[in-house]
Structure formats: structure tokens, C-alpha cells
């Protein structure tokens, strides 16, 4: 007789928790890798579209899709490719910890738009406990030098951009496979940037094949730290709201604090205030739990 499997990997806030982990050393591989972000981002969404494209199944699942959902797949995919730009864009103008912190405005954002776009109605304490966060983000600020101040302001609409990206996702993983969803996302970026090439000099930027060492970075940012955690969010959110989901991304920070003050000796460059907003959002993050766990709303 098989013993039971155990359940602990099935439960999605743990999936969710699980990828935040991964996500939180997408930072330090963007500030390790030496492409400026345009690039960075072409060859990340690029080397995940190209491992989906020997996964039969997915071709299988994208084919039984309906036009609308094509079209909202590609459309968010854009959104996340916009993102990522904004985000990496960021790391490389301040530092993974700035870039890093500025995602948890996301839950402002999405706590104000989801009732319109997602069409429910506005829950007062969600929109309490994410507005809360804001003295945090102050602080974040007063502790960062200030050439690092148009860095946060991209990471700022990363934030936002990924909480539309959210609630466009939360509505298509209740109706596409993981994968395939996945597929059309990163075939979206791929397009998105790379139909550009010839424009990018215009940016200053050359299209160029990145070095060995960046090629292995590029691998592990898009296979362990992309696809994997990307495919599992997307599973998790099927059961848990786009805003609990984005609350629990609140604790990236800590993670990518912690390994850039580890690897890349970033807390010589910041002072005390970043650190307490850092324990404000995590409060912030924490009384969200507490409330989810004894079942109010």
C-alpha cells in the first residue's frame, strides 16, 4: 500500500512563499549581469521561450485557446516585459535593495485598481493595510543617496506596472493552463523587444550576444528564477487574490536585503532609514497575515 503523498507542497500560499524566495535573487542577477536592462530583459524572456518551445503539451494547450484569451495573454505579457525594463532599469540606476523595496508599492496600486478593472467591490482594510506601507516607502527614501533617487522612481512604476500585470493574470489563471500561459507571456517580450533590434541604438544600446559569465547568469535568472517560480505563481494564484498574492511579494525585500548585503556589500551604501521603512512594509505585511489567518475580511 503507497503511503500518502504529502500535501505541504500543494498549499498555494506556500507555492507563493516559495517563489518569492526565487524572485528575491532576480535583483542580485540583474545588478551580477553587465547588459544594460533592454538586453537583459530580451535575453531573459527569450532563453524561457525558447525551453517552453520543446514542451508539447504547452503547443497543445495555446491551440484549444480562444482569440480573447490570446489576445489578453499577449497583452500581459507586454505588461511584464514593461516591468522588468522599469525594474532593471532601476537596479542598474541605484542598487538591487532600492530596486528591490520600491515593489512593495505594488499593493497600493493594486488595492486602488483591481475593484475597477477586476469589477469588485473596494475592500476598505485592504486598501488600509496597503496604504500603511507608504511610511515605509517615505523612509526608504530618506535613507538612499540621492543620485540613486531616479532609480526609485522607475522601480516605482515597475511596481505599478506589475500590479496591473496582476490583476490581467489573475483573471487569465483561471482559464489557461500554467505553461501555456507562461508560453504566451515570454513570446510576447521576446516580440515586444526584439522586433525592435534595429531601433535600439537609438537608446544607445547595440545588440550584442552576451559574455560566458553573463550567459550563465542569464540561464539561472531565466529557468530557476523565471520559468520555475513564474508556472508556480501562476498555478497558486488560482486560489489565492491577486492582493494576497502581491502582499506576500512584500517580503522579496528582506531576501534580496539580505544576499546583496551578503554578496554585493550593498548596506555600506544605505543608511538607517531604509532599513526601518524595510520593517514597516514587513509590518505591514505581517498584520495582512495575521487578519487572513483568523478569517476576517
Not at 515593489?103 to 476598505?124: D, K, T
Not at 523612509?139 to 500590479?163: D, K, S, T, Y
Not at 524595510?278 to 505581517?286: A, D, E, F, H, N
Amino acid at each position: 500500500m503507497n503511503s500518502p503523498k504529502p500535501r505541504v507542497w500543494n498549499n498555494p500560499h506556500l507555492q507563493i512563499h516559495f517563489c518569492v524566495v526565487l524572485w528575491g535573487f532576480t535583483a542580485i542577477l540583474g545588478k551580477l549581469i553587465s547588459l544594460p536592462a533592454i538586453p537583459l530583459v530580451f535575453w531573459r524572456v527569450l532563453i524561457v521561450s525558447v525551453c517552453l518551445l520543446f514542451w508539447p503539451s504547452v503547443w497543445r494547450q495555446i491551440a484549444r485557446l480562444t482569440r480573447r484569451q490570446l489576445l489578453l495573454g499577449l497583452s500581459a505579457g507586454i505588461v511584464v516585459t514593461l516591468h522588468w525594463l522599469c525594474f532593471y532599469a532601476a537596479i542598474k540606476l541605484s542598487n538591487a535593495s532600492v530596486a528591490v523595496t520600491c515593489i512593495a508599492l505594488a499593493p497600493v496600486f493594486l488595492a486602488l485598481a483591481e475593484p475597477y478593472l477586476a469589477q469588485q467591490g473596494l475592500v476598505r482594510r485592504e486598501v488600509f493595510l496597503a496604504v500603511i506601507s507608504i511610511p515605509g516607502v517615505a523612509l526608504v527614501v530618506g535613507g538612499i543617496p540621492a543620485n540613486m533617487l531616479e532609480g526609485f522612481a522607475l522601480g516605482a512604476l515597475a511596481a505599478f506596472l506589475v500590479a496591473i500585470f496582476s490583476i490581467v493574470n489573475k483573471q487569465l489563471t483561471m482559464q489557461v493552463p500554467a505553461l501555456a500561459l507562461t508560453a504566451i507571456e515570454m513570446g510576447a517580450g521576446v516580440l515586444f523587444l526584439g522586433m525592435p533590434i534595429p531601433l535600439w541604438p537609438a537608446f544607445g544600446i547595440a545588440f550584442a550576444w552576451p559574455g560566458q559569465s553573463d550567459m550563465v547568469l542569464l540561464l539561472v535568472l531565466a529557468i530557476a528564477c523565471t520559468l520555475l517560480p513564474f508556472a508556480l505563481s501562476i498555478v497558486a494564484l488560482r486560489q489565492v487574490t491577486a492582493f494576497s498574492a502581491q502582499l506576500a511579494v512584500n517580503l522579496e525585500p528582506v531576501y534580496a536585503i539580505l544576499i546583496a548585503a551578503l554578496f554585493l556589500g550593498e548596506s555600506e551604501q544605505l543608511r538607517w532609514p531604509f532599513y526601518a521603512g524595510v520593517v514597516v512594509i514587513l509590518g505591514s505585511v505581517l498584520v495582512q497575515a495575521g487578519f487572513h489567518q483568523r478569517g476576517t475580511r
